[in-house]
């Protein structure tokens, strides 16, 4: 494109506009401060927000009561009770998203790489694109309109789970795709020359070698819908008590807790609120630090 | 690799075990097609008949009545606020993710720049209601004093006019600028990464200090990609729903069209999620399924501009 073109252009004029003004070293120091200073002022609020949860959060989460009980009888104006019910329920919803998740995630990327000339790759990535900027809150009002409208289920746990497939495949999808990709394609030749059909090929070699890419895009996968809170705010009730079935009733998930008392003024319920939210950041940060690191440490990617 | 194809079996025929992994991908991906059709499709399916009953224009009216038998909504106040505090992330987020891509590909040294720039992603991983939490109850106050100022220098311009309230459409542009850096400085980041070396040593060669370098190198060649970082970045901030619904403080039903950007409000999304407890009658989930249905046209809009404006870039590199 013009890029090759463009520095030749542009060069002379740059420079000659400045010339002899001496303006070209003050200008530089200018624009090297300014890119320090974009950095720091993007750090502050990671920082700052870190800080808030761990200062605000942390007193409750040293207390074994914290991981074990639920809020079950617990009034705003109570000292007490755990998160264990909402760290339940958001684990449960999120294993059962990924267990629809995770193959169509990765069947799709083996289509994309493994036979991609065909025409249906093509929209499949497109579409793949559109699914990652989908809004939580779209996904679930389709959920709600197919699933509770049309279907005529009630809403229920399970109900979270479908729309937050929508916000987990894309990533997935991406992720395994990257890494296929880097398979070499020797391995795939010289297993098709010992006369392995391609499925085979895939299943023993090709999704082996890129194994450690399909796991981040699980991990981030995870990290990026466990902090969700539009699609439980619809599609789910938030309830004190610990609920294990996916399919009925009302569920609580931490993001939903902290939506419950999060407009509470008493002392008990704010600390709880900070707690649930430090609680479900330190459990998105580990997933989300867990599949970058395997990410950087995979033996394709050196 | 696609070109390569596994061998053909016993008599040229497929064999079995290639013909159900190769339709089960394919399967795969037509249900991941299916999922975005069946949205439109489903959205439309809800949200029509309401439109239908709708006794004002649903494109052009500002009022928001979703009562049934009696519908009475539009979504011009909620458009106008969600293109504002879209609006007020973009000019946050596009310059401060640019300058801290430039930073971290052009100034950070080695050493530096991987952390650095794993820890803007790790932006991306605070979970929005956290955003959401902080924004209102520990950010927001500090802004008292700004908003005040603006209201007071700038009262007369409708964006500007009070009264000041606390969560404020411009406090949840801020807030939302911070939660769309990681992406616009992650897609920035990787194009200007590919700036290739002799445009920059050449630039280097002709005596432009690092900044002339970057203006004339590395800016032009990343443009296109700046472009659909934006606007992926602004596809997200459309459609952000839970920080901006706990930022932004509901207006009573019944206010006029309202422009000032020291108010509350609510956007396509915070509509829906302050009111999902209305969804017990088909009429009135109409109703706010509409909204999602242009919520959704939005943004798919949105993001298939910046998937073509970036692969276009890719044919022609």
């Known amino acids: 494109m013009s890029a090759l073109q463009t520095p030749e252009r542009e060069l002379p004029a740059a420079l000659a506009d400045s010339r002899g003004q001496g303006g070209r070293k003050v200008r530089n120091t200018i624009a090297t401060v300014v890119m320090v200073l974009a950095f720091v002022i993007a750090v502050i609020p990671l920082v700052w927000i870190l800080w808030t949860v761990i200062e605000k959060g942390a007193s409750l989460l040293v207390d074994s009561t914290w991981w074990l009980n639920s809020q079950r009888g617990i009034t705003p104006r109570i000292v007490g009770g755990g998160a264990y019910h909402a760290i339940v329920g958001t684990l449960l919803q999120a294993l059962a998203t990924a267990v629809i998740a995770v193959p169509l995630g990765i069947m799709s990327a083996i289509l994309l790489v493994e036979y991609g000339a065909s025409r249906i790759a093509r929209v499949v990535s497109f579409t793949v694109d559109i699914l990652s900027g989908l809004p939580s809150i779209v996904a679930a009002l389709f959920i709600y309109a197919f699933w509770v409208t049309t279907l005529g289920f009630s809403r229920s746990g399970f109900a979270v789970s479908l729309s937050l497939v929508l916000l987990m495949v894309p990533v997935v999808v991406r992720s395994t795709e990257e890494m296929l990709k880097l398979v070499p394609n020797e391995l795939r030749e010289a297993s098709y020359a010992l006369g392995v059909p391609k499925w085979k090929t895939i299943v023993m070699i090709v999704l082996p070698t890129a194994f450690s890419g399909i796991l981040t895009g699980v991990l981030l996968g995870l990290a990026r819908i466990m902090g969700e809170t539009a699609p439980l705010l619809i599609l789910v009730g938030y309830s004190q008590s610990i609920n294990m079935d996916l399919f009925s009733g009302n569920m609580a998930a931490l993001p939903l807790m902290i939506n419950n008392d999060r407009q509470q003024a008493l002392e008990p319920a704010v600390e709880r609120v900070w707690a649930a939210a430090l609680t479900l950041v330190l459990i998105v940060l580990v997933l989300n630090i867990a599949g970058r690191a395997i990410a950087r440490f995979s033996s394709l990617r050196k | ?317």
Do not use: C
């Open chain 2, 1 to 317: 690799m696609s070109s390569i194809t596994g061998p053909s079996g016993d008599r040229g025929r497929r064999r079995l075990g290639d013909t159900l992994f190769g339709g089960g991908a394919g399967l795969a991906g037509v249900l991941v097609i299916a999922i975005v059709v069946f949205t439109g499709v489903f959205l439309a399916i809800s949200a029509v008949p309401s439109v239908l009953d709708d006794k004002v224009n649903f494109l052009t009216s500002t009022e928001w009545q979703a009562t049934p038998g009696d519908l009475r909504f539009g979504i011009l106040q909620i458009l106008w606020t969600t293109v504002s505090i879209s609006v007020i992330a973009m000019i946050i987020a596009v310059p401060l993710g640019v300058g801290n891509a430039l930073f971290l590909t052009q100034y950070a040294p080695k050493w530096l720049a991987r952390p650095a720039a794993s820890v803007i992603d790790l932006l991306a991983a605070i979970p929005s209601i956290v955003f959401g939490l902080w924004g209102i109850q520990i950010f927001a106050p500090h802004l008292t004093g700004l908003q005040t100022f603006l209201n007071d220098a700038l009262g007369w311009f409708p964006l500007f006019s009070g009264p000041v309230s606390t969560g404020t459409v411009f406090i949840a542009g801020i807030v939302l600028a911070v939660m769309v850096l990681p992406i616009i400085t992650a897609m920035s980041r990787e194009v200007f990464a590919q700036t290739p070396a002799a445009n920059k040593e050449g630039a280097l060669a002709l005596g432009a200090t690092r900044w002339e370098m970057i203006r004339t190198a590395v800016l032009p060649f990343g443009r296109a990609g700046v472009i659909s970082a934006a606007m992926l970045g602004l596809g997200r901030a459309l459609g952000e729903t839970i920080a901006i619904t706990i930022i932004v403080s509901s207006v009573a039903p019944g206010a006029g069209f309202f422009t000032s950007w020291l108010q509350g409000g609510e956007t396509f999304a915070s509509k829906i999620a302050n009111n999902a407890a209305e969804f017990n009658n088909p009429e009135s989930t109409g109703a706010y399924i509409a909204a999602g249905l242009v919520l959704f046209i939005l943004t798919f809009v949105v993001n298939a501009l910046a998937r073509i404006v970036i692969n276009r870039r890719k044919a022609f590199a």
